[in-house]
């Protein structure tokens, strides 16, 4: 199994956005992947929240990372998070 290498940038936008580092890394392991923009793949999973964020609760989030399949390293780009 390839490591995984967050850029400066996606750990910024998982601190803005609420997710782990543990949780793009799952996203990554056994998440659905999707063709993205660039042949990148962005990897999504659903994990329980049941919390607020900003002031509404909500008992999902769902965490998007997009990546970069190098041949000895999974960069990952950037961390998306949706709330429901």
Known sequence: MKPIRLTRHARE???ARGATEDEVIRAIRIGVR????LRREMCRLDVPFESNWQGTYYSTKQVAAVII??????VVVTVYTRYF
């Not at 999707?34 to 923009?37: D, F, G, I, M, Y």
């Not at 399949?69 to 999974?74: A, N």
């Open 13 to 15: 936008r998982c601190l």
């Open 34 to 37: 999707e063709p993205a923009k």
């Open 69 to 74: 399949e190098e041949p000895d390293v999974t």
